[in-house]
């Protein structure tokens, strides 16, 4: 999410309404929480405990999250494919990369099952987390294919 200073975001919280603003993606996870500049241009850190999400949205216009909450079929992009479960039963899928070295120790990132949603990214704190269960690895390393070979009694019409 590099490339611009800060990012359009929207942080719902279990008991209250939603907070609209920007985040620097490289700082924006502090140690007591999220640190949020509001519209007003207010900075504010918003404690782990209370924050469900943190969307990455490309406008404020549509705040309302994502209705698409899991994935019909198997996801196309690769990477793990991953489950959450909230602390107040809610359910939310999304798709990490494979690679496990860029992992905050806060939460997760990942990418929402719904491609039309405004949501681009969204990252969830451990502490809003019950579980967490992988339900696939999709484009697994491990299972390369092999290029298929020629049949060994086809004739070449024009080898010398």
């Given at each position: 999410m590099a490339g611009s200073t800060t990012k359009k975001a929207v942080i719902r919280r279990f008991d209250r309404e939603a907070l609209t603003g920007y985040v620097n993606p490289t700082t924006y996870q502090q140690l007591t929480g999220i640190e949020l500049l509001s519209e007003d241009g207010n900075v504010a850190t918003v404690p782990y405990e209370e924050i469900k999400t943190v969307s990455f949205v490309r406008d404020f216009d549509t705040p309302e999250p994502a209705t698409r909450r899991v994935f019909n079929t198997r996801p196309k992009m690769e990477g793990l494919w991953i489950c959450f479960v909230f602390r107040d039963g809610d359910?939310?899928?999304?798709?990490?990369?494979?690679?496990?070295?860029?992992l905050e120790p806060h939460g997760f990132t990942i990418i929402p099952p719904d491609p039309y949603s405004p949501q681009q990214r969204i990252f969830i704190p451990r502490t809003a987390l019950r579980t967490v269960e992988v339900l696939g690895v999709v484009g697994s390393p491990l299972k390369k294919r092999k290029p298929k070979e020629a049949p060994r009694e086809q004739i070449g019409l024009f080898d010398e």
């Open positions: 359910l939310l899928e999304g798709v990490m990369p494979n690679n496990l070295l860029p």
